[in-house]
């Protein structure tokens, strides 16, 4: 079992930066891919990036390549998401995720562990 925190989220400016926290509970986080996902109102789901096991391999959506980083301290059993050049339309519920086989994924079904979510508003 896997509990997570996500924290860091609130209102900034567009053009703005901000980092994002998932703290995870449990002595085996360093054994999982980790996931960030986001989702507007009205809208699906979004996968936007996902670390590896040891934190060497990263994979990001198009969208947020060059302006989002996601990263990982096994040692603070904590992923991290930084967000810079901030967007309004980057408003949404931002939710950290984990997935058993310490992989990275785009899917959403494949990630076991979800937290709360932390919301992020962009403003114009």
């Known amino acids: 079992q896997v509990q997570l925190v996500e924290s860091g989220g609130g209102l900034v400016q567009a053009g703005g930066s901000l980092r994002l926290s998932c703290a995870a509970s449990?002595?085996?986080?360093?054994?999982?891919?980790m996931g960030w996902f986001r989702q507007a109102p009205g809208k699906e789901r979004e996968f936007l990036a996902a670390i590896n096991q040891n934190g060497i391999t990263t994979k990001y959506i198009a969208s947020v390549k060059g302006r989002f980083t996601i990263s990982r301290d096994n040692g603070k059993n904590t992923v991290y998401l930084q967000m810079n050049s901030l967007k309004p339309e980057d408003t949404a519920v931002y939710y950290c995720?984990?997935?058993?086989?310490?992989?990275?994924?785009?899917?959403?079904?494949?990630?076991?562990?979800w937290g709360q979510g932390t919301q992020v508003t962009g403003s114009s």
């Open positions: 449990g002595r085996t986080f360093s054994s999982y891919g």
């Open positions: 995720a984990a997935e058993p086989r310490g992989i990275t994924t785009p899917i959403a079904h494949g990630y076991d562990y």
